[in-house]
């Protein structure tokens, strides 16, 4: 797989298959971009799963927040990491363990977030890799949105799109 570079096709078949996210990292405060992609996501029919052990037990947009990815009730298809590259690789790790159990088929990394060994290591356990991309920023490029997200996806047109 060439991480530097994803076809539209890969990411829409993520983006349509994984419905359940555990998003690794995600904060309580409203002003961080965790908390913004959780939002978006949430209303476009994701359930967001939040992973965060500083914030265990506590709530976020609805759901209840969990200390680990062992913690988190599956099933859950995608795993996003929004923690540095440093740390992803202790989270991919921890997904690849949990993977049957849970039923994780994808390893998202956020934006900057790249990590080649993890990588490596999920897709050798058959899992799916995006490094460096945002679902949010994705499903919205991808279904050619121009909406309260302030993304400009580039695309003009009076024709309606599908949703990924």
Not at 14 to 30: E, F, H, Q
Not at 61 to 77: I, K, N, W
Not at 87 to 103: Q, S
Not at 139 to 146: A, V
């Amino acid at each position: 797989m060439n991480h530097d570079h994803y076809d539209d096709a890969y990411l829409r078949d993520i983006l349509r298959r994984c419905r359940t996210i555990a998003m690794v990292g995600a904060s309580p405060k409203w002003v961080r971009p965790s908390f913004f992609a959780m939002k978006y996501l949430q209303a476009k029919g994701y359930r967001v799963l939040p992973v965060n052990p500083g914030a265990a037990g506590q709530t976020i947009l609805g759901e209840t927040v969990y200390g680990s990815l062992a913690e988190t009730p599956g099933p859950f298809q995608m795993v996003d990491i929004f923690r540095n590259a440093e740390a992803a690789g202790a989270i991919v790790d921890e997904a690849i363990a949990l993977k049957d159990d849970k039923g994780i088929e994808v390893i998202w990394m956020q934006l900057l977030v790249r990590n080649d060994g993890a990588a490596a290591r999920a897709e050798a356990a058959g899992l799916k890799v995006v490094m460096n991309r945002c679902p949010k920023i994705e499903y919205g490029r991808l279904s050619g949105e121009l909406s309260w997200g302030g993304i400009n996806s580039g695309i003009i047109t009076a024709k309606a799109l599908r949703a990924p």
